[in-house]
Structures are given as structure tokens and as C-alpha cells.
């Protein structure tokens, strides 16, 4: 039995991470739950508790849970981590033109940097989450591996691609072998209170969506209008603030054209949106910063992958170039449409996660 190993349980609310807490418990673990405190009483009360997560309603299925499987409970209080890594970077990254992930930040930065060190701290051996991923360790090349799930239409390797070799040796998914029905089963089993509650849809801490609304409710300032041009900079109309346009976009634009435009770009020091047809969205070469590597320590020469630009895509096949210690440059085989800055790429052997980074 595993009775002396010390697991601390990242509990959501949600039933994922609740069916790893029962998982690891039914293994003989040394188990305890721990909910993350991301906001203010002010912000958590217009929080939707149906569509996102880390909500009061959240916390308390997770207490729930956590007490039907007599498992000891805490709720850590990172609301200040949360502003500073997160909502920070978020706003900073639509004000320069970058489109952000915060799914990958929350779990490089809170997940796997804050709650992973106070496990640490508080002498846990183990922290469990409910990601669907597996880790593995690979006696020949001596490394801790991240693979895709086993249900691939689950999979979130893809926003775990920043683990490091502590984290992946510090960490357990027990979900990496199931499926997400399975999952279900086993909540609406064994009367789990969130055994049917719905998948978080939204972005926790803007529940409406208006992403452009809260950057200026944050910051206390309007973003200014300016220009679209085309990539001639010849003026094509008026933008309504450069935080409201991502890459790709071609609705609410509010230009007539028999072809629609689309966004290529943003010039951040001009206030510009530059727009053009959907043929200038596409390009095959993509570089990115901020790397972490998985597999290996470093590509010391390039190698055939399998890449993509966002979470929801099929990988395609591309030759990655480490260019120095902290930069890649990913050569696709077939273009790639609206590569935003900001977003992640991520590349694959297989199942096999790696690495990744920021696009730039």
C-alpha cells in the first residue's frame, strides 16, 4: 500500500479533479484536497457559477467532495499570485498586440509554480491534479516524460507543455488512462455532488467574454481608437481600441467589402489594426521564446515534429531549430493560418510531449 506517500489533491470544484482525489485515496495514498483562492470576495460574487471555474460554488463542491472521502480539506488563499501571473499578464499581453493563453499561465505559474512549492513545503511527497495527461520515466534517457491522454478528445498536454522535470517528477494525473465517460461513471457512482455539473467553458475571471470590457474596468482606462490600414498602411477605416482585434478575426470589423478583410496584425507603437484577405493569414514559419524542453535538455540539431499553433488543431508536420538557449524556430511543411502572438506552439513525437513556447 501507499499509506506513507503524502498526496496533496488540487480540488476545482469540478468533477475531474474530484475523481482524482478518489482515485488516489482508493490507491492508499496519504491524500488531502486544497482549492485555489484566485479572487476577492468583490470579484468571485460576479463570477458565473455555471460556465467558469474557481467560483464560491466551486470551492464548496470541493469541500464536499473532499468530506465524503474523509480526506482533510484547506483553501489556500493566492489571490494575490492569481492578479500578479495571470490577470497582470493578460491585460499586458492584449496591450501589446499578443493574443494570451491564461490557461497555460495559470498552470505554469499557479498550479505548477505556487501550489506545487506549498505542497513542498507543507511536506507533501506528491501533488495530483485532474489533467488529462500521463507522465511517465524514461529509464534510457533518464527523463520524466508528458504524453497525451488516452482520450485524445480530452487531451491537455498541450497547456501542460511548461512542466519541467521537478514538476513532472513531483506530480500524479491518475486521469492520463481514462476516458471522460468513465470518469462520469465514477462520480454519479459513488454520489459525488458535481458527478453531472457542467465543463467550465469560459475564461474564469471574465465570465462574459468581453475581454476588451474588463482590460478597461482594470486598468481604468478606455482603450484609444486608431486606424486600420492595409499592409501598405494605406487607411482603410477606424479600429475602436487595438485590445478588441486578435489575429484571424473578420467580425465586427464594421467595413463593407464584397471579400471580407481579416486581421493580419497589430502595430502596437502606431495604434494600427492591419487588416488583409484571408490568403495573408497564412505562413509557415513560426518562432517562438520562453521555451521549456521535456524530452531533452536541448536540440542540438533540427528535428522532424509534429506541431501546433492552438489547443483545438490536429498537429502538422514541421522541422524545429533551437536557435539559443531560449528560442525555437518551427518550419511548418504546409502553412499554418492566423499563428497569433502570444499563444503557444507546441510539438509532439507521437504522444509524446517535446516541448514548446510563446509564439513571438
Not at 486581421?263 to 514559419?285: A, P
Amino acid at each position: 500500500m501507499n499509506m506513507n506517500t503524502k498526496i496533496l489533491i488540487a480540488m476545482s470544484g469540478g468533477v475531474d479533479s474530484s475523481v482524482a482525489a478518489y482515485l488516489m485515496k482508493s490507491q492508499g495514498f496519504d491524500c488531502r484536497g486544497a482549492t485555489m483562492k484566485l479572487f476577492d470576495q468583490e470579484t468571485a460574487c460576479n463570477i458565473i457559477r455555471s460556465k467558469t471555474c474557481c467560483s464560491l460554488e466551486d470551492v464548496e463542491d470541493a469541500r464536499s467532495v473532499a468530506h465524503q472521502l474523509d480526506i482533510p480539506f484547506h483553501v489556500f488563499n493566492f489571490v494575490h499570485d492569481f492578479k500578479e501571473q495571470i490577470i497582470e499578464r493578460f491585460i499586458n499581453a492584449y496591450q501589446n498586440g499578443c493574443t494570451p493563453n491564461p490557461c497555460i499561465d495559470c498552470n505554469r505559474y499557479m498550479k505548477f509554480e505556487k501550489f506545487f512549492l506549498r505542497a513542498k513545503e507543507l511536506g507533501f511527497d506528491y501533488m495530483a491534479t485532474g489533467h488529462y495527461a500521463r507522465i511517465e520515466w524514461d529509464t534510457v534517457c533518464g527523463r520524466y516524460l508528458l504524453k497525451k491522454a488516452i482520450d485524445e478528445t480530452k487531451d491537455q498536454s498541450y497547456v501542460l507543455y511548461a512542466m519541467t522535470q521537478q514538476h513532472l517528477s513531483g506530480t500524479k494525473f491518475p486521469l492520463g488512462f481514462l476516458r471522460k465517460q468513465d470518469v462520469r461513471i465514477i462520480a454519479t457512482t459513488h454520489g459525488f455532488v458535481n458527478a453531472r455539473k457542467r465543463e467550465s467553458q469560459d475564461i474564469c475571471f471574465v465570465p462574459d467574454g468581453d475581454y476588451a470590457a474588463f482590460i478597461e474596468r482594470s486598468t481604468g482606462q478606455m482603450c484609444p481608437p486608431g486606424h486600420f490600414t492595409d499592409k501598405n498602411g494605406t487607411i482603410l477605416g477606424q479600429h475602436k481600441g487595438i485590445i478588441r482585434y486578435t489575429v484571424g478575426q473578420r467580425k465586427g470589423l464594421g467595413l463593407a467589402r464584397a471579400a471580407p478583410y481579416y486581421v493580419c496584425s497589430q502595430d502596437v507603437t502606431k495604434n494600427t489594426v492591419i487588416l488583409g484577405d484571408e490568403g495573408d493569414l497564412y505562413t509557415k514559419t513560426v518562432y517562438a521564446e520562453n521555451i521549456n524542453l521535456i524530452a531533452f535538455e536541448k536540440i542540438s540539431s533540427p528535428i522532424r515534429v509534429k506541431a501546433k499553433v492552438r489547443y483545438r488543431q490536429q498537429e502538422d508536420w514541421a522541422t524545429v531549430e533551437q536557435t539559443d538557449q531560449n528560442h525555437l524556430r518551427i518550419e511548418f511543411d504546409t502553412p499554418q493560418k492566423a499563428v497569433a502572438k502570444g499563444q503557444a506552439v507546441v510539438f509532439y513525437d507521437g504522444d509524446l510531449v517535446l516541448g514548446g513556447g510563446t509564439i513571438q
